[in-house]
């Protein structure tokens, strides 16, 4: 089994019908998050949204993956080294 690390993963979402979706998927990894910041950027119509992990590597590479292939979405995690 995979030992947690400490991730910042970023979404930048520019299709306002994903929300729902990377919603849906942000609650199924639930038990793994930390925090969670979002802002509605308006000027730009984008939201963006910052999410703290405590999770195994594989979990944090899935959530990404899941969440990067959703339409009008961009994911990518950020590793601490401990």
Do not use: C
């Not at 089994?1 to 998927?25: C, K, P």
């Not at 998050?33 to 963006?48: C, F, S």
């Amino acid at each position: 089994m995979d030992e947690n690390r400490i991730a910042l993963l970023g979404i930048i979402i520019e299709d306002g019908n994903a929300v729902e979706r990377v919603n849906a998927l942000l609650h199924d990894f639930a038990p793994y998050v930390v925090g969670r910041m979002g802002i509605p950027y308006q000027k730009k119509d984008v939201n963006v949204i910052s999410i703290v992990l405590d999770a195994p590597t594989t979990a944090i590479n899935s959530l990404t993956g899941k969440i990067g292939m959703v339409k009008g979405v961009s994911a990518k995690a950020l590793y601490s080294n401990k």
